[in-house]
């Protein structure tokens, strides 16, 4: 316990007594069956207040079958999402440091049973490979990933993170990091928090029990309450951005969905902030992984679309985060819907930023459904009227939390959000982009640069030219 609050700090908790009430799921996902559609517009009007939903609403409209009501959730997603996150969209790319793993997760082409998966840790210098093949990229934001190993101990995470910020002998910089690593104990998340790290994720991969213990048979990882409370420790530990998730395919999407409302719910009460991102991956391929080829749940790409808008409107300050998983048509209507973040151009074999590598697919995690280069992505997105944003001002000024200032506070998104998004994509016009995508995207800047009053127009344009003219990092 720390200050009153459980945090399972060690292996040997008991799994059964936590804050996801699994009873009370199953009885609220039976009684909400076959809403009435005045209650369902009454919960989207409620969402449209932007406010948090119960989890019984939460369950009403994960219940909600009919597809002109189901449309109705889509739009009102859409409308939610335009209002507090305009038309931004945050970059950023995965950066895979070593696949060694002592767990046995079924689906995870990491599990130690795996012989057919090639072990690799990047060495110093070809971290450094990495990092040059990344920002000759353009990329400004990584999350750093691991499998779980004694070896990748918080003093290794930390050292990698500071190895990172320290880069300086490549076209640009990394200027804000995030870790998805196995849950630490407090002191070891202080370790960490030391290096600088932005976001702390961990996905709770499943939140029904059951079904937990079976798919993670061994190993640290195979205690479903540390890893629930993994982020509690992380808040007393003093890290205030963290990401939740879970993996689409291990049970029903509607249970998951609720469990992520209920981790949501736990972190308001106890830190009185509620997560910084979520995560909805759904479960890809991955070499010699029978369970990953065929998902014992696996969700559609309606019901996929269905789960996004929903938590969009169940947690309208949160980010959200569609990876590179997901094929390019699906990660189009997303965006949409209620996405706030994705990775692009990414890579996620060790060391295959820098080193095409036939034996790729043989050190990767799974597999990637959309593998376009960042500037194509990009090139899309401007396309569509998307402002692809580097930007990573506010965790630099100390405004961590940033979703909650963008929530919060009247005004944020234009006064910060949007003047950093272009002055992060000019930057990005400037040193990166092919000659089509610096075409849209300045045309782009333009036409935003005319929706904002004189003022404040005036005063972004000043900061663009000093981009322009070849200055970087010029931020609010
Ligand atoms: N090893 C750490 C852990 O398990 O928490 C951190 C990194 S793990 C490499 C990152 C995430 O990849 C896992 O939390 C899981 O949700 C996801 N993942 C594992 N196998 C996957 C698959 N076959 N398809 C898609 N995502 C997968
Ligand atoms: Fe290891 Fe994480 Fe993969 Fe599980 S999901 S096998 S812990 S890398």
Redesign the pocket.
């Known amino acids: 316990m720390a200050n009153g609050i459980k945090i399972a700090n060690t292996l040997s908790e008991s799994d059964t007594e936590c804050f996801i009430p699994h009873q009370e799921i199953f009885d609220l996902l039976e009684k909400t069956r076959n809403p009435d559609p005045a209650e369902v517009r009454d919960i989207l009007a409620k969402a449209m207040n932007k406010e948090r939903l119960l989890p019984r609403e939460t369950a009403t409209l994960l219940n909600t079958e009919d597809p002109e009501l189901v449309e109705e959730i889509f739009q009102t997603a859409k409308k939610l999402k335009q209002q507090v996150y305009g038309n931004r969209i945050v970059l950023f790319a995965p950066l895979y440091v070593g696949n060694e ?1 002592i767990n046995g ?1 079924l ?4 599990r130690v049973e795996n012989k057919e998966l090639i072990r690799k840790t990047l060495t110093d210098e070809e971290l450094e490979q990495e990092l040059y093949a990344l920002t000759s990229r353009g990329h400004k934001r990584l999350i750093v ?4 190993h004694p070896m990748y101990s918080p003093e290794y995470i930390a050292g990698v993170i500071r190895k990172i910020y320290a880069f300086k002998n490549g076209p640009g910089e990394i200027r804000r990091l995030n870790v ?3 849950p630490q104990t407090v002191d070891g998340y202080k370790i960490i928090k030391e290096a600088g790290i932005g976001t702390f994720q ?2 709770q ?1 499943t939140y029904h029990l059951p079904t937990y213990k079976k798919l993670h048979p061994h190993g640290p ?1 195979s205690s479903y309450t540390y890893r629930l409370y993994g982020l509690d420790r992380a808040m007393v530990a003093g890290i205030d951005d963290v990401g939740i ?1 879970a ?1 689409f395919g291990l049970y029903d999407w509607k249970f998951e969905v609720m469990g992520l409302m209920y981790h949501t719910q736990h972190l308001e009460e106890r830190f009185g902030v509620g997560p910084h991102t979520i995560s909805f ?1 759904r ?2 391929p ?1 070499v010699n ?1 029978p369970m ?1 080829e065929n998902p014992p749940y696996k969700v559609s790409d309606y019901d996929f679309k269905r789960l996004i808008a929903i938590i969009r409107l169940s947690v309208p300050y949160t980010g959200m985060i569609l990876t590179a ?1 997901e094929k390019p048509e699906i990660r189009r209507e997303a965006l949409e819907m209620g996405v706030s973040q994705i990775d692009a151009g990414s890579s996620i074999g060790i060391g295959s930023y820098s080193a095409s590598d036939p034996e790729e697919v043989k050190k990767s ?2 597999l990637l459904g959309d593998t376009r280069p960042l500037d194509e992505v990009i090139y899309e997105l401007a396309s569509h009227g998307y402002i692809p944003s580097f930007c990573t001002s506010c965790y630099r000024a100390g405004r961590t939390g940033q979703h909650f200032m963008e929530f919060a506070i009247p005004g944020f998104v234009k006064n910060f959000c949007t003047p950093n998004a272009l002055l992060t994509f000019e930057e990005y016009l400037m040193d990166y982009a092919s000659p089509k995508t610096k075409e849209i995207g300045e045309a782009l800047i333009e036409q935003e640069l005319m929706q904002m009053p004189e003022n404040r127009r005036s005063m972004v344009k000043g900061l663009l030219e000093r981009v322009k003219n070849h200055e970087h990092d010029v931020r609010l």
């Open positions: 793993c997760c689906y995870c082409g990491f990933v691991f499998g779980e998805n690593a196995a961990i996905f991969e990882k998730g993996l991956p479960m890809e991955a992984t990953a998983r995690q799974f």
